[in-house]
């Protein structure tokens, strides 16, 4: 029996901050880039999760991850 990941907005959202980090996407990309960094047997639970948070893979990730707080060093 595999089981599936389980991705919940918040695990998503946290995805793309972290790949926003690396500077490995910009902001300002669709949702949909997320998935070059995602295994494919999991975007389709992701995107389930977008949907269902009225998310659509044409949205941009800064419309996902809302206002970025930024923390001095």
Excluded: C
Excluded at 35 to 44: A, G
């Amino acid at each position: 029996m595999v089981q599936a990941t389980l991705y919940s907005l918040d695990v998503i959202k946290d995805e793309a901050r972290e790949l926003l980090r690396q500077k490995l996407i910009s902001r300002h990309q669709s949702i949909y880039t997320l998935r070059w960094y995602i295994p494919n047997r999991d975007w389709d639970e992701i995107e389930s999760e977008l949907e269902r948070n009225n998310f659509l893979s044409r949205d941009r990730i800064i419309d996902l991850i809302g206002r970025e707080e930024w923390r001095e060093d």
